[in-house]
């Protein structure tokens, strides 16, 4: 991915992110819906939900870009499938904060993820019914019920997911999403994927 040099007067902790090469300086389509999801599903690990992105923003300093819980939803409402869509755009920056905080989040819950990830193999190789694994059940439900609120079902890319066997897997994707975010340099890996395909 070409980049360009990150905004100097962007909050030091969002300078290991760097710019990508895109015509727009706000982020395309499908950068908003993942941004979204990835925050959605930990919401369905996390039980304090948005008190947890607030609270990552005041540790992470990013408080100048993410002042309040109504920024926050209004940033995270740019994702085009939300029944409360907002028709403006979400900039570079935003989107790195935004990151930063999925990122700062799913390293606590690493060992989370992990048992998350562990049971799901384990329900598709052996065959076990999901109540056997509550805490996947449980997070599989939660995905499900704030996808199935917060989305617009007249939507396309939400009509597709029109099953709870549908719901599960894109569940399981961002399990998996999350875990890539703590890994080494996951915050990079991470904003490098989202762009994949939309860089010039």
């Known amino acids: 991915m070409q980049v360009s040099s990150p905004s ?12 990508p090469a895109i015509v727009e300086k706000s982020c395309p389509r499908r950068v908003r819906l993942q941004i979204d999801l990835l925050l959605l599903a930990i919401e369905a690990i996390d039980l304090s939900g948005s008190e947890a992105f607030l609270r990552t923003t005041k540790e992470l300093q990013l408080q100048d870009i993410i002042q309040t819980r109504v920024v926050l939803w209004q940033l995270r409402s740019t994702n085009p499938l939300r029944r409360s869509n907002q028709r ?24 989370v993820l992990l048992q998350l990830i562990r ?10 019914s999901l109540n056997q694994f509550p805490r996947l059940a449980f997070y599989l439900s939660r995905f499900r019920t704030h996808f199935r609120a917060r989305m617009n079902p007249n939507r396309a890319g939400v009509m597709v997911y029109d099953t709870d066997e549908k719901l599960n897997q894109l569940a399981v994707d961002y399990l998996r999403k999350l875990l890539f975010c703590t890994g080494t340099a996951g915050p990079q890996r991470v904003w490098s994927s989202l762009f994949d395909g939309e860089v010039a």
């Not at 979400?90 to 060992?111: D, F, G, N, P, Q």
């Not at 049971?119 to 076990?128: A, T, W």
Request: net charge neutral; aromatic share 0%.
């Open 8 to 19: 100097s007067s962007a909050p030091a902790i969002l300078n290991i992110l760097p710019d």
């Open 119 to 128: 049971s799901h193999q384990q329900h598709q190789e052996q065959e076990l």
């Open 88 to 111: 403006r755009p979400l900039t570079l920056l935003e989107a790195k904060a935004l990151v930063m905080i999925a990122c700062h989040l799913s390293k606590r819950l690493t060992v």
